[in-house]
């Protein structure tokens, strides 16, 4: 790679990052939008036109607010950590192919599962260094949720990374110019998309921050600028995952068609919000360990053969 090339990636990175903060300003927006109609009210429409400079105000506001520091909190881990975990976020939308000149490389996908593996890391630091009994029931029931999760999460990936044998999001497009694999492998979109809700802490599965019993969770002692990381953290990686599933089962051709694809698929993780009460806890850990690791164990296992038996 020459000199040029290097300074294009450099480039064309920042404003990916960029782009991506906006996105999720305005992804904001359309989430309490949605909301607002599914509980027929109109939700922000006073700021600007239509509401539309409303998530701006908000940041604004965010970062301009007093910060109050906890007394006995570990101030180094408790200052970092939510930074780190926003870094993190962002560090993989590099992985997307938008070109081929970004971080983007052979190995995409394992180097993703290692990424989005240390963010529960980062999760526990901010639960533990705000020395809160809160935070640190917050950060025990996210830590248990994730980690469950990724066990079904890696085996139902693993089942289409058998059935394309390559680690490369770019070559997935090739597999799905005729038929895209949502209607081959339907029930493991459902599962890919519920255990992605569950990864992020996504309502129905936010237990992470249940008001009634843990108040608000791992971040109960963050506000400011502190809490606006936690919140682009989260915000990012779901939008992450919209393009991650928009890849792997409805075509990874970049098009208009994709995007729309994308926004239906952010539409559909704001409506679930909107029309499902929150899970009980223990029946989230039966869903995980009882239904969707031997359906995806089982998948994995019949994909396996198949490709075994062709290539044979």
């Given at each position: 790679?020459?000199?040029?090339?290097?300074?294009?990636?450099?480039?064309?990175?920042?404003?990916?990052?960029?782009?991506?903060?906006?996105?999720?300003?305005?992804?904001?927006?359309?989430?309490?939008?949605?909301?607002?109609?599914?509980q027929?009210?109109?939700?922000?429409?006073?700021?600007?036109?239509?509401?539309?400079?409303?998530?701006?105000?908000?940041?604004?506001?965010?970062?301009?607010?007093?910060?109050m520091?906890?007394?006995?909190?570990?101030?180094?881990?408790?200052?970092?950590?939510?930074?780190i975990?926003?870094?993190v976020?962002?560090?993989?939308?590099?992985?997307?192919?938008?070109?081929e000149?970004?971080?983007?490389?052979?190995?995409?996908?394992?180097?993703?599962?290692?990424?989005?593996?240390?963010?529960?890391?980062?999760?526990?630091l901010?639960?533990?260094?705000s020395?809160?009994?809160?935070?640190?029931?917050?950060g025990?029931?996210?830590?248990?949720?994730?980690?469950?999760?990724?066990?079904s999460l890696?085996?139902?990936?693993l089942s289409?990374?058998?059935?394309?044998?390559?680690?490369n999001?770019?070559n997935?497009s090739?597999?799905?110019?005729l038929?895209?694999?949502?209607?081959?492998?339907?029930?493991l979109?459902?599962c890919?998309f519920?255990?992605?809700?569950?990864?992020?802490?996504?309502?129905?599965?936010?237990?992470?921050?249940g008001?009634?019993?843990?108040?608000?969770?791992?971040?109960?002692?963050?506000?400011s600028?502190?809490?606006?990381?936690?919140f682009?953290?989260e915000?990012?990686?779901?939008?992450?995952?919209?393009?991650?599933l928009?890849?792997?089962?409805?075509?990874?051709?970049?098009?208009?068609?994709?995007?729309?694809?994308?926004?239906?698929?952010?539409?559909?993780?704001?409506?679930?919000?909107g029309?499902?009460?929150?899970?009980?806890?223990?029946?989230?850990?039966?869903?995980?360990?009882?239904?969707?690791?031997?359906?995806?164990?089982?998948?994995?296992?019949?994909i396996?053969?198949g490709?075994?038996?062709?290539?044979?």
């Amino acid at each position: 790679m020459n000199y040029l090339e290097t300074y294009l990636s450099i480039f064309s990175l920042i404003i990916l990052l960029v782009m991506v903060l906006v996105s999720v300003a305005f992804f904001t927006l359309f989430e309490r939008k949605i909301l607002g109609y599914i509980q027929l009210r109109k939700g922000p429409n006073k700021v600007g036109f239509y509401g539309i400079v409303q998530p701006f105000n908000d940041a604004i506001k965010l970062f301009s607010k007093e910060y109050m520091t906890v007394f006995l909190s570990n101030y180094l881990f408790f200052y970092i950590a939510p930074f780190i975990n926003f870094f993190v976020s962002l560090f993989i939308w590099g992985l997307i192919p938008f070109s081929e000149i970004l971080v983007h490389f052979n190995y995409s996908l394992l180097f993703m599962f290692s990424v989005l593996s240390v963010t529960i890391y980062f999760i526990m630091l901010m639960a533990w260094s705000s020395n809160s009994k809160y935070s640190m029931l917050g950060g025990l029931r996210s830590m248990a949720q994730v980690i469950s999760y990724e066990v079904s999460l890696m085996l139902i990936i693993l089942s289409l990374i058998f059935l394309v044998l390559t680690f490369n999001y770019v070559n997935l497009s090739g597999f799905q110019e005729l038929v895209w694999f949502l209607w081959v492998l339907y029930p493991l979109f459902i599962c890919l998309f519920v255990s992605f809700l569950a990864e992020t802490n996504r309502s129905p599965f936010d237990f992470a921050e249940g008001e009634s019993e843990l108040v608000s969770g791992f971040n109960i002692e963050y506000g400011s600028g502190l809490f606006a990381a936690i919140f682009l953290a989260e915000y990012t990686s779901i939008l992450f995952f919209c393009f991650l599933l928009s890849f792997m089962f409805l075509g990874s051709v970049y098009s208009l068609s994709f995007y729309i694809k994308v926004i239906i698929l952010v539409f559909m993780v704001n409506w679930v919000r909107g029309v499902m009460p929150r899970y009980r806890y223990d029946k989230l850990m039966y869903l995980n360990w009882k239904i969707y690791l031997p359906i995806s164990l089982n998948y994995l296992i019949l994909i396996l053969g198949g490709v075994m038996f062709m290539s044979g």
